[in-house]
């Protein structure tokens, strides 16, 4: 089945600077690659995906990048604000469509 | 409102007992999820659905049951709830199995004591 790997698991930013979370996955199979986010207390949410087809996929201030050939996609946010803190999931499907999840990063963005 | 919904929000529960989470979902969705969250650990899959009639384990399925009976409702079961079983247990739906978005219920938090 599908093993997806995340890093790192906490990630401090200042306001207003960049933020970068990567993920592997293990699958070569796998053609769909989501990022949920979850503030503390509440469920996870879709906040953008990609699938193979592509390369980058961009929504205002976050972006996500995937590379086939080696396996990895990443999310990327710019412009940190202090409402971008909360636990980042990146997520893959592999054999019998089971929506796999990474173990997360806690996102800290600092006044 | 359409969606997902859980139930109950939270529970404690005697070790040895029987519990149900009840998951129910009115979006007309193929497939259903179950996850459990714990601290480090992330989001893992208990039991998924890709269709109603049918199942399948995820990543961590021993001491958990389920099953789907109509496209709607994706109850889970612990048949003799064990301390290592407290966790946030999570519901999600996709409109299809494999490459679409997952929605969540809102959670439940289960405490076996």
């Known amino acids: 089945g599908e093993n997806v790997e995340q890093h790192p698991s906490t990630l401090s930013v200042q306001e207003g600077d960049s933020a970068v979370i990567k993920c592997t996955y293990s699958d070569s199979a796998s053609n769909y690659f989501p990022w949920y986010k979850q503030e503390l207390g509440k469920r996870p949410q879709l906040i953008i995906d990609i699938r193979s087809n592509v390369g980058e996929k961009k929504d205002q201030r976050i972006a996500v990048t995937l590379n086939k050939t080696a396996k990895h996609f990443s999310l990327h946010i710019t412009e940190t604000q202090p409402e971008d803190s909360a636990v980042y999931f990146c997520?893959?499907?592999?054999?019998?469509?089971?929506?796999?999840f990474g173990t997360g990063t806690q996102l800290k963005v600092e006044l | 409102i359409a969606g997902i919904t859980q139930a109950p929000t939270s529970q404690i529960l005697a070790a040895g007992r029987r519990m149900t989470l009840r998951c129910t979902q009115d979006m007309r969705h193929n497939a259903m999820y179950w996850y459990r969250q714990d601290l480090g650990l992330g989001l893992r899959l208990i039991h998924y659905?890709?269709?109603?009639?049918?199942?399948g384990k995820g990543e961590v399925p021993d001491g958990y049951s389920v099953s789907r009976a109509n496209t709607d409702d994706f109850p889970l079961t612990l048949a003799s709830a064990v301390p290592s079983q407290t966790s946030v247990y999570f519901c999600a739906s996709s409109v299809q199995p494999g490459n679409t978005e997952a929605f969540f219920g809102q959670g439940t938090r289960l405490t076996v004591v």
């Open positions: 997520a893959g499907f592999g054999g019998g469509n089971k929506l796999t």
């Open positions: 659905s890709n269709t109603a009639g049918t199942t």
